[in-house]
Every structure is written in structure tokens, then in C-alpha cells.
């Protein structure tokens, strides 16, 4: 085998956004879908993008009371 010889895989339309239709009804976890269907996160993630699904994204919440706020500030 050589190094060059590299699998790619192309997926269709209908199987991306059942994908992404899996993740929306709570199915599955985007790291469950990967590993049932092996596909690496990242590709995943390229999907969401492409079909504008940001809801579909980790999101982080930070939670800050003023207080906090201030005192980040003066530092």
C-alpha cells in the first residue's frame, strides 16, 4: 500500500441533511452520529456550516453578574 492511497468519501444530499435532522430531534449526540456512521466530527461540523443549521453548534454560555463584569474590567 502506498501513501498516497487515501479513501475519499463523497456523502449525498439526503444522507447530510438526515444527518443534520438527527442531531435537530435529539436523537442522537453529534459524537454518537459520528461513530454510527463514521464520519469525523469536523466533516459534521463543515455540514451545519453549509446548510446555515448555527443552532446545530456547540455553543458556550458564560453567565456574568455585573459585579464580574466590573471587576474584569478593573484588572
Same mark, same amino acid.
Given at each position: *500500500?502506498? #501513501?498516497n +492511497?487515501? %479513501?475519499?468519501?463523497?456523502y449525498s444530499e439526503?444522507? #447530510?441533511? @438526515?444527518?443534520?435532522?438527527?442531531l !435537530?430531534t435529539g436523537k442522537? !449526540?453529534k459524537?454518537e452520529?459520528c @461513530?454510527? /456512521?463514521?464520519i469525523?466530527?469536523t466533516? %459534521? $461540523?463543515?455540514?451545519? #456550516?453549509? /446548510?446555515?443549521?448555527q +443552532?446545530? *453548534? $456547540? !455553543?458556550? %454560555?458564560? %453567565?456574568?453578574? #455585573?459585579d464580574e463584569?466590573?471587576?474584569?474590567k478593573?484588572?
Amino acid at each position: *500500500m502506498f #501513501k498516497n +492511497d487515501k %479513501v475519499i468519501r463523497r456523502y449525498s444530499e439526503p444522507f #447530510k441533511l @438526515k444527518i443534520l435532522a438527527e442531531l !435537530t430531534t435529539g436523537k442522537h !449526540t453529534k459524537s454518537e452520529l459520528c @461513530k454510527l /456512521y463514521s464520519i469525523a466530527p469536523t466533516t %459534521v $461540523n463543515e455540514w451545519i #456550516k453549509m /446548510y446555515n443549521r448555527q +443552532d446545530l *453548534m $456547540n !455553543t458556550r %454560555v458564560k %453567565v456574568e453578574i #455585573k459585579d464580574e463584569i466590573s471587576r474584569i474590567k478593573a484588572l
